[in-house]
């Protein structure tokens, strides 16, 4: 084990200076060349080191240090292959060994996949911490952490609705990802990189890269993972008005998640469905579909939610007042209460522009809502406010005003 490395680990993770772990045992400069492994101390003087770091170890420790990395290597690959058992029973064990080591290669290993198991879990406060402790120690990394952490660093600010970063952090992951041999096969980087392209309307690197990851998942036989990947080619197909594309995805994924059972992905699937025929302006046939996507989904979740602003979309269409109504009023009374506020201004924005001649409509449209989805990257809302206030501002006579709501929307292309 590199002795240097360990020390300046445990340094860095204890919050010591080299001044203060250097005092009364070396000089500043010799602890920066034993930390930069540019020179082998004695042992009096890592001893020394070790008790002031308050650590211990000896050659023994190195076959315990080793079971461990294994077993968080297992942890890593339940969570991959999504076995809830599994990823619990590894992770209570890891949390239970990782206690006694201080080898930083093991601990990077243990943070990283601990880093995977919080976005799997949707628990992405908990990530902050160690994604702050591992940037501290970047040097340390391998390139196969370093691929690790660029890509979970990118999931986590794509979740964070921090687009433009998860991209940048997923483009180095892929670069690193080009001189690791093992990683060639792997298409969890293109699938990322495939959703953040889709959320920025960067529609054909987003099919480029979906393509990529739909390869892998047919020869891995990944079911799951191949209709998530095609319902990323499903929404860019159909921004292109490419209608026949959708819908043999839309077939083929429904094949496989009805063999599989799989409620929560028939939902998704069905909802796509309805999104694809409201696209062709063939609203009633929309809704058939929207309304077979509620079957499988819960009230619950926002995505029933979602589902219900996309019924709202189809019904203004049709000019039906009395369902608008109905389902606004389920759909705010629902995001409300289990606090789903992109869906509840999603809402209230619709309800806006239905009003827009209302000052109080256009003073939350132009504000709130415009803030709150620009912050939060909606771009489809952000457009539907942008065109809806200019025809209102055009229509008043108020050009200069209509002219910049409109520019917005060009700036966004």
């Not at 420790?61 to 292959?81: C, G, H, P, V």
């Not at 690193?176 to 969890?188: A, H, V, W």
């Not at 522009?353 to 912050?375: C, G, W």
Request: proline share 1%.
């Amino acid at each position: 084990m590199k002795l240097g490395e360990r020390i300046y680990y445990n340094r860095i993770r204890k919050g010591m200076t080299q001044k203060e772990l250097a005092a009364g045992v070396c000089s500043i400069p010799y602890l920066s060349k034993i930390e930069n492994q540019n020179t082998e101390a004695s042992d009096e003087i890592i001893s020394l080191l070790f008790k002031k770091l308050d650590i211990q170890y000896s050659m023994n420790d190195e076959e315990f240090e080793s079971k461990t990395l294994d077993l968080i290597n297992e942890w890593y690959e339940a969570i991959r292959s999504r076995n809830v058992e599994q990823i619990e029973k590894t992770y209570e064990q890891c949390k239970l060994d990782i206690v006694s080591i201080t080898n930083p290669t093991t601990i990077i290993q243990y943070k990283l996949v601990h880093i995977r198991h919080y976005l799997y879990k949707q628990e992405l406060n908990q990530c902050v911490k160690l994604i702050d402790e591992l940037d501290d120690v970047e040097k340390l990394l391998s390139d196969h952490q370093l691929y690790m952490f660029y890509h979970l660093k990118g999931v986590y600010f794509y979740f964070k609705n921090d687009l433009n970063r998860a991209l940048e952090l997923l483009i180095k992951s892929h670069q690193i990802s080009k001189k690791i041999q093992s990683l060639e096969k792997d298409p969890n980087v293109y699938y990322t990189l495939s959703l953040a392209h889709s959320r920025l309307f960067h529609i054909y690197d987003a099919i480029y890269y979906a393509d990529l990851a739909l390869d892998y998942y047919q020869s891995d036989f990944d079911y799951e993972r191949m209709i998530d990947t095609r319902s990323i080619l499903i929404i860019n197909y159909i921004r292109l008005n490419q209608f026949e594309d959708a819908k043999a995805n839309l077939n083929s994924s429904l094949r496989f998640a009805e063999k599989l059972n799989d409620q929560k992905r028939l939902g998704s699937i069905y909802h796509n469905f309805g999104y694809l025929y409201y696209e062709k302006n063939e609203d009633r046939k929309a809704l058939e579909y929207y309304y077979k996507s509620l079957e499988y989904k819960s009230e619950k979740t926002e995505l029933y939610c979602n589902t219900i602003v996309y019924i709202i979309k189809a019904y203004i269409n049709l000019n039906e007042e009395y369902k608008i109504k109905q389902w606004l009023n389920k759909g705010l009374e629902l995001a409300i209460q289990n606090k789903w506020k992109l869906t509840e201004h999603k809402l209230r924005s619709i309800a806006g522009m239905k009003d827009i001649r209302q000052r109080h409509s256009r003073d939350y449209l132009e504000n709130e809502a415009v803030e709150y989805f620009t912050i939060n990257y909606t771009r489809d809302m952000l457009i539907e406010i942008y065109t809806k206030l200019g025809e209102y501002y055009y229509d008043c006579g108020k050009y200069k005003k209509s002219s910049d709501f409109y520019k917005k929307i060009i700036t966004m292309s």
